[in-house]
C-alpha cells in the first residue's frame, strides 16, 4: 500500500475588501433602479371589492396593468408587493399574469409576518397563498406579529425600490404617508386616484 501525502494548493489572490464593497454597492444600488413596488390600502373607503366582476376593480385594474408595462418597457424587472388585501394583491396578480409576455421580470411578496391574513375570508386567504406559490421570492419580515413588522415591511418596500405605484384616493393615511416618504427618498411615484 502506497503512502500518499495530500497537498493542497492555494491560489493567492489580490483581494480588496474596499472595492469588492464598492462593487456589491453598486450591484445593489442597479437592482433598487429597477424595482418597483406598489401601495394602496384596501379601505380607502372605496366602493370596490377588488372581486373581478366589480366595475370599479376592472378600471382600476386596467390602469394598474398600463403602469406596470410603462415600468417594464422603462426598464424595471423586479416588482414587490406588501400582499396587503385589495391593491397589492391584484398587481402582484397582474404581474404574474405579465410575466407570460415579459419573462424576464419578477415578483416579490414582502410579508410583514407569517400568517397575516389569518383573519381573511376563505376566498382572500386561496388567492393570497396562490399567489404567494406563484412568486418569484417570498420574504417575511418577521416571523410573527409585532408592533413594528407593518412598518418594517414598509421600510423594506421603500428602500429596495425606486419606482412607487399606488392607489390613493385622498383618504388613506397610512398610503398618503407612502407616498409623502417615497417622494422624500427620491423615489418615482405614479399615483393612480379614483
Given amino acids: 500500500m502506497r503512502n500518499e501525502k495530500a497537498t493542497n494548493e492555494y491560489v493567492v489572490v489580490d483581494?480588496?475588501?474596499?472595492?469588492?464593497?464598492?462593487?456589491?454597492?453598486?450591484?445593489?444600488?442597479?437592482?433598487?433602479?429597477?424595482?418597483?413596488?406598489?401601495?394602496?390600502?384596501?379601505?380607502?373607503?372605496?366602493?370596490v371589492?377588488?372581486?373581478?366582476?366589480?366595475?370599479?376593480?376592472?378600471?382600476?385594474?386596467a390602469r394598474a396593468k398600463t403602469e406596470i408595462e410603462y415600468a417594464i418597457n422603462k426598464g424595471y424587472i423586479n416588482f414587490i408587493s406588501g400582499m396587503a388585501l385589495g391593491f397589492d394583491t391584484m398587481c402582484?396578480?397582474?404581474?404574474?399574469?405579465?410575466?407570460?409576455?415579459?419573462?424576464?421580470?419578477?415578483?416579490?411578496?414582502?410579508?410583514?409576518?407569517?400568517k397575516h391574513y389569518k383573519s381573511w375570508t376563505s376566498p382572500q386567504r386561496k388567492r393570497h397563498k396562490q399567489v404567494l406559490k406563484d412568486a418569484d421570492i417570498v420574504r417575511y419580515?418577521?416571523?410573527?406579529?409585532?408592533?413594528?413588522?407593518?412598518?418594517?415591511?414598509?421600510?423594506?418596500?421603500?428602500n429596495n425600490s425606486s419606482l412607487l405605484i399606488a392607489l390613493h384616493n385622498g383618504?388613506?393615511?397610512?398610503?398618503e404617508y407612502t407616498i409623502n416618504l417615497a417622494t422624500k427618498g427620491g423615489l418615482e411615484v405614479k399615483v393612480i386616484d379614483i
Fill in 49 to 61: 371589492s377588488f372581486d373581478n366582476q366589480d366595475d370599479q376593480y376592472v378600471q382600476i385594474r
Fill in 141 to 158: 419580515v418577521s416571523k410573527k406579529y409585532t408592533e413594528n413588522c407593518m412598518l418594517e415591511r414598509s421600510g423594506y418596500l421603500l
Fill in 15 to 47: 483581494f480588496d475588501l474596499n472595492e469588492f464593497m464598492s462593487q456589491c454597492e453598486g450591484i445593489n444600488e442597479e437592482l433598487i433602479s429597477r424595482t418597483c413596488f406598489f401601495a394602496g390600502c384596501a379601505n380607502q373607503g372605496l366602493i
Fill in 92 to 114: 402582484a396578480e397582474i404581474v404574474l399574469e405579465l410575466r407570460e409576455k415579459y419573462s424576464h421580470i419578477s415578483l416579490i411578496c414582502a410579508l410583514p409576518y407569517k
Fill in 171 to 175: 383618504k388613506s393615511r397610512e398610503v
